[in-house]
């Protein structure tokens, strides 16, 4: 049975840093991928981690998080990261885990598991 579970939110004050986790069980994927939703907004594409071969990784990021965002991956813990610094309000959102078979996907319908979500909450 797959699980994926996010860690690591909280509320932070403008220009801090959060690292969120998420720990996936049952197997692993070749991608990861991070997902944000704010109240009344849709769903949207964050960062995502991928795999090509045991030793190569390639990361993708939303325009509006790239360089100050990160995302990473423990293979020995089979879990994901995303680092995330120089935080702004609208950051703000339920951060949600996701992991597929595919390849640098950044919608949504790709990915075929997903973890509850963890609330980050950044003030001004």
């Known amino acids: 049975q797959v699980q994926l579970v996010e860690s690591g939110g909280g509320l932070v004050q403008a220009g801090g840093s959060l690292r969120l986790s998420c720990a996936a069980s049952g197997r692993t994927f070749r991608a990861y991928g991070w997902f944000r939703q704010a109240p009344g907004k849709e769903r949207e594409f964050v960062a995502a981690?991928?795999?090509?071969?045991?030793?190569?990784?390639?990361?993708d990021y939303a325009d509006s998080v790239k360089g100050r965002f990160t995302t990473s991956r423990d293979n020995a813990k089979n879990t994901v990261y995303l680092q995330m610094n120089s935080l702004k309000p609208e950051d703000t959102a339920v951060y949600y885990c996701?992991?597929?078979?595919?390849?640098?996907?950044?919608?949504?319908?790709?990915?075929?598991?997903w973890g509850h979500g963890t609330q980050v909450t950044v003030s001004s």
């Open positions: 996701a992991a597929g078979l595919g390849f640098r996907q950044k919608t949504a319908a790709a990915y075929d598991y």
């Open positions: 981690i991928s795999s090509s071969n045991a030793w190569t990784y390639y990361t």
